[in-house]
């Protein structure tokens, strides 16, 4: 009995299908998020050191490469709070049918490019005219 | 625990190829998992080549056609050929469905066919569905109605409305497409009761001539036997007689929630 194989699992299973889909982008964007609570933590961190250690905080939270990071979080952000809506309406019992949830999918994955992409341009307009301003 | 990788006994070998028969006009491939208990070697992928026109309507016709004509050693399981009876339940394709009524037109010139996901393999496309019958069986799947007496002279009734309540989920042939196409089964199955027993579970609970859904909602009340599910619809997604494994458990998890206050 024991050395009866394990039937092939993830490297069989149809990957782009929308309750796969979904499903694992939901994870994978809160895990980002989680890592991302690091450079929360770092800024706060520098606020309570004092003016010295906020202010080379400054430095490093605008350059580029946090800027990068600050976008990828931002669209993890937005998928993964309209993901969580989701499994929020699904759990009171509604929106389960298979139609239903593939359309929800499909809504959460355009309405989440929306709302990353309005984040998006907000920030860089608040990062153009903070850099107009030459005031960091 | 999740193991992503597949043990050592697992692993696919490259199998062996039967080309098409001279003078084919159209070829259909079918990459079919193997595996030999007898051999003592590791399970692998053959390739069969068929002319089109003679592989029939269903995935379970060119399978039969296979096996009476190429390789009678290939092992399936199959009965009522009409989706009825859950026996031919295979991965086709990466998705789990009923080979007897999946079409081959809505399949590519490239058929790929596995057993289902994650389940210790007996031979070929056969799965060992023991433990998945136990987990059945753990929910009780019987009328529970101890304190009242059917009536002597006939039988408990129910209204129509009762009964619509119940005719989904106990259409369900139990032919395992749901529980080992959810990743939480596949990691937890020693655990989880996966979605076909929990659908069974509600089936009972919600039945108004059931007496024991307080008991049977005790028994589920677990982080690991109702609660690894953490709604990734696959089940809903691939089940062969159009049901719903997901929102039965949803509503397994409302009413936990709803007997509380």
């Given at each position: 009995m024991a050395d009866r194989p394990l039937s092939p699992h993830l490297s069989v299973?149809?990957?782009?299908r929308y309750s796969v889909l979904t499903s694992i982008t939901n994870r994978l964007t809160g895990v980002a998020l989680s890592a991302g609570l690091i450079v929360l933590v770092y800024w706060l961190m520098a606020a309570a050191g004092g003016a010295k250690a906020y202010g080379r905080a400054l430095g490093v939270l605008s350059s580029g490469a946090l800027k990068v990071i600050f976008l990828i979080l931002l669209a993890a952000f937005s998928y993964h709070l309209l993901a969580g809506i989701r499994h929020l309406i699904w759990d009171s019992?509604?929106?389960?049918?298979r139609s239903q949830s593939q359309r929800s999918a499909w809504l959460i994955g355009i309405a989440g490019l929306l709302l990353f992409a309005g984040l998006a341009w907000w920030t860089c307009l608040h990062w153009t005219m903070a850099g107009a301003g030459g005031a960091r | 625990m999740a193991d992503f990788r597949l043990p050592a006994n697992s692993r696919i070998r490259k199998g062996t190829t039967h080309t098409a028969p001279e003078g084919a006009r159209e070829v259909r491939t079918f990459r079919i998992y193997r595996f030999d208990p007898d051999s003592g070697e590791n399970p692998r992928v053959d390739t069969f080549e068929l002319e089109a026109g003679e592989c029939g309507q269903m995935v379970l016709d060119a399978l039969i056609r296979i096996k009476s004509t190429v390789d009678s050693s290939l092992t399936f399981r199959r009965s009522c050929r009409e989706g009825i009876c859950g026996s031919c339940a295979m991965n086709i394709d990466g998705v789990n469905r009923l080979a007897c009524i999946t079409s081959l037109h809505d399949l590519g010139r490239e058929v790929r066919i596995y057993p289902l996901p994650h389940m210790p393999v007996v031979k070929d496309l056969v799965p060992d569905l023991t433990h998945f019958y136990a987990q059945y069986a753990s929910v009780k799947p019987w009328l529970l109605a101890h304190q009242s007496p059917p009536p002597p002279d006939r039988e408990r009734l129910q209204s129509k409305a009762e009964q619509e309540k119940i005719d989904r989920p106990a259409a369900c042939i139990l032919c395992a497409c749901c529980s080992t196409s959810c990743p939480s089964y596949w990691w937890n199955s020693d655990r989880y009761l996966g979605p076909a027993a929990l659908l069974a579970a509600y089936r009972w609970i919600i039945d108004s001539r059931d007496e024991a859904g307080g008991e049977r909602l005790d028994a589920l009340e677990d982080p690991f036997k109702l609660y690894r599910c953490h709604t990734i619809m696959n089940c809903t997604d691939v089940c062969p007689k159009d049901l719903n494994p997901a929102r039965a458990i949803a509503e397994i998890k409302k009413m936990l929630v709803e007997r509380q206050s």
């Open positions: 299973y149809r990957m782009y019992g509604r929106g389960l049918e | -």
